[in-house]
C-alpha cells in the first residue's frame, strides 16, 4: 500500500512537471542580471494586461507550453499598446513575444512596427527584428533590422546599420541610440547625413532633432552636393542641417571657390557663403598661387572676396621670385575682366602701414593695391620704392611687372616725383644722383633703372665723369644742375647722364671744387636706409628700424680751394696799407 500512494505521488510531480510552462528564451538585451533568479513579484498594475485576442490557446508541444493569443491581438502595458498577429505570453516573468505586423503604440505618441518583438513588463525594455521602423511623435522615421528599447530611459538603439529621417534629411550609420524625450541621437562609427543639397560624413557625431544641431566628435567632412569641391572638413565642431551654419573648433578646413580656409576656430555659413576664422588663419588660392596669413580672417563666397587682419601677410608665389605683402589689413577678391567677361582678374589690396618685398623691388606706403593679373602695383600716400641702390617717392607710384618674365617693367611717379640713385654702390660716399619733377616714368632692364623721363619742373643734379684713356679709369668731372621743362636720364652702370633737355633748359657743370657740398642735394633729399626692407620679414614690422649709413662727404677738393681762396684774401689783406688812429 504504502508503495503504490509513493508510486502515484512520483507520477502526479511528474505529469505536473511536464505541464509547467518554460521559461522566455530572451535576448541578451532582456536577461534578468541575476542567474537563476526567482521571479519577481509584480502588483497587479504592472502587469501586461489583453485586451483583445481571437483565440488563447495552450499546447505543449509549441512555445514550451506556454500560452499564446492570436487572431487580432491586442494588449496593454501602463498604457502602451501591442497589437500582432500572434503574442506568446510568459505570464510568471511579465514578459511576451510578439510574432507578425506587429506594432507598439507608446504613451508618448512614438510607435514601433517590426514582424518581431520581445518585451519585459517588469524592465520596460524590448527588441524588436525584422525591417524595425520606429516614428516619434513629430514625424522623425528610424529604420533597422534589429532595434532595441527601453520606455524608462525613453530610448532606442541598434548595432545593425540603419536610416533616420526627419522629413528634410537622411542618416545612415552602422549604430545608433536616439533619446526619444531630447530628440538626440548619438551615432557612432561612421555615419551619413544627406539632404537636397550637402552631405556630412564622418565619425561618432550626436543629432539634435529638435535644434537641427549636428555636435561632431571624429573627422567630419560636409560636401557640397552641387559642386564636391565645396566642402567643410574638421574633428570637431557644430552644425545646423536646418540653417548650414558650421562652429569648428579643431583641424577645420573651409574649401570654396577652389580656395581653403583653416583657423583654430571657425564659424562658415553655406547659404550665405560667409565664413570667418580665428588664431593662426590661412587663406590659400592654389589657383592664383596666393596665400594669406593672419591672426583674424573673413571670406565672402558670393562675391568672390576675402580679408585678412591681426598681423596679416599675403605671398604672391611666382615661379622665381615671390611677392610678399603687409599691411594692417589686407583685401583680396575678384572681378570679371572688362574685355573678355569669361574671364576673371584678380586683386589685392593692403591698407595702412602696407609694405611689399621683392627681390628686386621693396615698398611701403600708407596702402597698397595690387592688380594681381596684369601684375601692376599701385602704392598711395607716402610710397617709397626701392631697386638695387635707387630710391623712389612721389605723391603715388605705379608699379609694372611683368607678368612672364616676373621682372619690373617700368615705375610711373605722380605729383613730386623724386628718383634717387647712389652713384657708387660699392663706397659709403656721399654722392647720389638725383632727378625730380611733377611726374616721372622710369623704365627698368634687368631690374634696374635703365632710363627715366620726368616731366613738369625738372630738375636734376648728377655727378659727371670722363673716361681717361690714359688710366683706362673713369675720372670726376664735377657735377651737373640741370633744370628744364622735361628732362630724359640714362643709366649706364654708376653713371646716370641727361640725354635730353627741353623747354627751358639750363644746365651748368660745377667742378668738385667749386660746388659747395649744400648744393649738392636738393632741400627735400629724402634717401631712407632705416625704413628699407631688406629681407621679406622686415614687412612684419612696421619697421625694421635699420642703423642709418654714415656717408663720407668727398669735401677734400672744396675744402682745399676754400682754403686757397681764405689764404689769397689773407694776402690781399695783408697788403692793405694799415689805418692807425691817432
Known sequence: MRLFLVLLLFISTFTFAQDKPKPAQRDPYLQNPVKNATPQQVKPGDRVKILNADEIKKDPAKYDGNRFLTGNVKIDHKGSILTADEVVMYEEENFVKAIGNVRLQNTDGSVITAAEMEYDGNTQKGVARKNVVLTDPKGTVIKTETMYYDRVLNQAYYNTGGTINDGKSTTYSKSATYYLTTRTIDLTGRVKIEDAQYVLEGDNVVQNQNTNIVNINGPTTITNKKDPKNRIVTDKGTYNTGTKEAFLYKNSKVYYNDKILT????????????????????????????????????IFEK?????????????????????????????????????????????MRAFRKGRFYKSNAQGRADSLAFNETDGVLHMY???????????????????????????????????????????????????????????????YQNNDIKEIKVIGNAQAITYADDFNEKTKENERIGISLTSCGIIGAFFEEKLMQIISCSIGATSDTYPMSKIEPSKRKFPDFNWNTKDRIRKWQDILVDTPNNEEVKYQADDELYNQAQEAVEKERAKEEAKKPKRTRK
Open 263 to 298: 583657423g583654430d576656430e571657425m564659424y562658415y555659413n553655406q547659404f550665405s557663403g560667409f565664413g570667418k576664422a580665428t588664431g593662426n588663419v590661412t587663406l590659400d588660392d592654389p589657383n592664383e598661387k596666393r596665400y594669406m596669413k593672419g591672426g583674424y580672417g573673413e
Open 303 to 347: 562675391q568672390d572676396s576675402s580679408m585678412m587682419t591681426k598681423s596679416p601677410y599675403a605671398v604672391k608665389i611666382l615661379e622665381k621670385d615671390s611677392i610678399y605683402f603687409s599691411a594692417e589689413k589686407i583685401i583680396s577678391y575678384q572681378r570679371l575682366d572688362s574685355l573678355d567677361p569669361t574671364k576673371k582678374k584678380s586683386f
Open 381 to 443: 600716400r607716402d610710397p617709397i620704392l626701392w631697386s638695387g641702390e635707387k630710391q623712389v617717392t612721389g605723391d603715388k607710384v605705379e608699379a609694372y611687372f611683368n607678368t612672364q618674365t616676373e621682372d619690373l617693367d617700368s615705375v610711373r611717379v605722380i605729383g613730386n616725383a623724386f628718383a634717387i640713385s647712389k652713384v657708387d654702390s660699392l663706397t659709403l660716399k656721399d654722392e647720389f644722383n638725383q632727378v625730380k619733377g611733377k611726374f616721372m616714368n622710369a623704365y
